[in-house]
């Protein structure tokens, strides 16, 4: 069919969970040219087989990651993923669903759009002859995650050690698996007091995990954090109408209110109590899981309610983080802040005057957006790519987010950046929305990877398509007035969050409340959503599998051709 976008070339750049899915449905609805591009030897992004540590343990239960295509195998340990899961999941799907599509050690260098005709033009490099071309699609879905490029201070940084004259390799936690045997090298086991340690920069999962690994093959280790993740921990796992529900999501709260009980804990002084009171009884009841006592370090850690920095712990365990911690075998300074290297080439010193001996260091000091380099300043600002200033001001009193619930928010810093996501839905920039050429894939903000990132690629399929959606805005003005709504939600719900994580990884924000996001996307598609069903008193704690999307493809075939168009 002339004119069909089925024929025509898509270039999805990543290889990660959202990579996978998008190039998978995309195949499935008939589109015929689609390639992976990415830089890695495997699939995976995140969890593949170069990037995969010992101990590296998934910040999800099981079943937030798999895709309604195929099951993904229970793991041994109760309920709790491993990365070599993820691993194996990733590296199966592909197998089964997607030979011949990616090409692997590739790296993307430019992405540039033609303006003068239709088409993207990619550089790459070849990694492994660093040869170089240039690629011609018709489109490009973007999928490089943001947890791809290190971000590392510049008085931690390798160059900052090698002018302080500091004698041991720094290494950024990205980099943790290829240079394990280093670390092992470096740090003998059983050190005592006085020889050699390890020091962990960071409070977060990647800090956590490295340290008990560390910990239980025998070395010193030392974590250094100013405020750690919060975490869910629970006596034994939480059963699945709590885990696996809308419960969380619910509690949470969404820019729209749909249901009543929504509004009422949200909108309501009785209401807004008993969500208080849901959120720090959830908090207490998990550092009591774990032991952690009133007076440890451990208890530095950012708000469970406010906060996107959150871990799923499970079940206490004697190998891990937090028992590890109790029984004295990792050494924690909170609150504290590395702000370089010692003079005497064996140390890192704090802000507060002390050092701490360190032959190794770990910087789990997270990730910068993977977007930064891959388009010039002009591409990026004709697409809209980047955080924008705000078109209006951004108060309160412009939207109706003034819950009860969301009172006495943490305080911000005031040098808070304003520019925010003008990325509609957090899939397409609002500025180039109506030429249906780019979209985005992974940088939503959720906790369930899987279910998100698949809804995802069923709108950026019908977005390629051109179906006709039960609502997406024709104009950038349109959608600008959706992101800046946006905008003014995310800056009230999470406060800090743009302070914490980047652009890559923050085009939207749907922590707990993935449920909500998912439902609106299956609505703008014309499709039903509360997938999960239940009566009045049920509903909220009905179990969301991802096997309840697994007829999205046929449902909107089904639209397209119930509305005369081509199926």
Request: with cysteine.
């Amino acid at each position: 069919m002339a004119g069909d976008p089925r024929a025509e070339s898509i270039a999805i750049i990543g290889s990660g969970a959202a990579g996978l899915i998008t190039a998978y449905t995309l195949l499935q609805d008939g589109f015929s040219k689609v390639q992976i591009l990415t830089r890695d030897s495997t699939v995976g992004g995140v969890w593949a087989a170069e990037r995969v540590y010992p101990g590296l343990q998934i910040n999800n239960v099981h079943g937030e990651y798999r895709f309604s295509a195929m099951e993904m195998p229970a793991p041994a340990l109760g309920g709790r993923l491993m990365g070599h899961d993820l691993r194996a999941y990733m590296e199966a799907f592909a197998n089964k669903f997607l030979k011949n599509v990616t090409r692997f050690d590739t790296e993307v260098i430019n992405i540039r759009r033609d303006e003068t005709s239709a088409g993207w033009f990619i550089t790459i490099q070849d990694k492994r002859n660093a040869s170089r071309e240039v690629l011609e699609f018709s489109r490009v879905v973007l999928c490089t995650g943001g947890c791809s490029a290190p971000k590392i201070p510049q008085a931690l940084s390798t160059a900052a050690a090698k002018q302080a004259g500091f004698r041991g390799p720094v290494i950024h936690s990205r980099d943790f698996a290829t240079q394990l045997d280093t670390i092992l090298n470096t740090v003998p086991q059983n050190s005592s007091a006085t020889e050699s340690s390890i020091v962990i920069i960071g409070g977060g999962k990647s800090a956590q995990d490295m340290a008990a690994y560390l910990a239980n093959e025998g070395r010193k280790v030392t974590v250094v954090f100013k405020t750690a993740d919060a975490f869910l921990a629970s006596p034994t796992p939480l059963p699945e109408f709590i885990r696996k529900s809308r419960l969380l999501s619910i509690m949470s709260g969404h820019m729209v209110l749909r249901s009543r009980l929504e509004r009422f804990l949200h909108t309501t002084r009785i209401g807004a109590k008993i969500t208080s009171f849901f959120w720090w009884a959830l908090g207490q009841a998990s550092l009591a899981s774990l032991s952690v006592k009133n007076d440890s370090p451990l208890r530095n850690i950012h708000p469970l309610f406010w906060s996107t920095s959150v871990n799923d712990e499970g079940v206490p365990r004697p190998n891990r983080f937090y028992a590890l911690v109790n029984a004295g075998k990792i050494a924690v300074i909170a609150p504290a802040r590395v702000q370089g290297f010692g003079a005497d080439g064996n140390s890192v010193s704090l802000s507060d005057g002390r050092t701490v001996k360190a032959d190794v260091v770990l910087l789990a000091t997270g990730y910068a957006s993977s977007w930064t380099g891959l388009f010039d300043e002009d591409t990026a600002e004709r697409l809209g790519i980047n955080r924008q200033s705000l078109k209006s001001p951004l108060t309160e009193g412009n939207y109706n987010h003034n819950y009860y619930s969301l009172a006495n928010p943490p305080a911000t810093p005031p040098e808070y950046d304003q520019r925010v996501s003008s990325i509609y839905n957090g899939i397409v920039p609002a500025k180039n929305i109506a030429r249906r050429d780019f979209a985005i894939n992974g940088a939503v903000f959720s906790t369930n990877v899987g279910y998100t990132g698949e809804v995802t690629a069923h709108w950026i399929s019908s977005y390629f398509l051109g179906d006709e959606m039960a609502y997406i805005p024709r104009t950038p003005e349109e959608a600008y007035e959706h992101t800046e709504r946006d905008a003014a939600w995310i800056r009230r719900r999470h406060p800090d969050a743009l302070l914490r994580v980047n652009e890559s990884y923050s085009s939207f924000i749907a922590f707990w409340t993935w449920p909500q996001y998912t439902d609106q996307l299956l609505e703008e598609m014309g499709l039903r959503s509360m997938r999960s069903g239940g009566n009045w008193l049920t509903w909220p704690f009905k179990v969301i599998d991802a096997r309840e999307i697994a007829t999205l493809a046929e449902e909107r075939r089904e639209r397209r051709v119930a509305r005369g168009r081509n199926s």
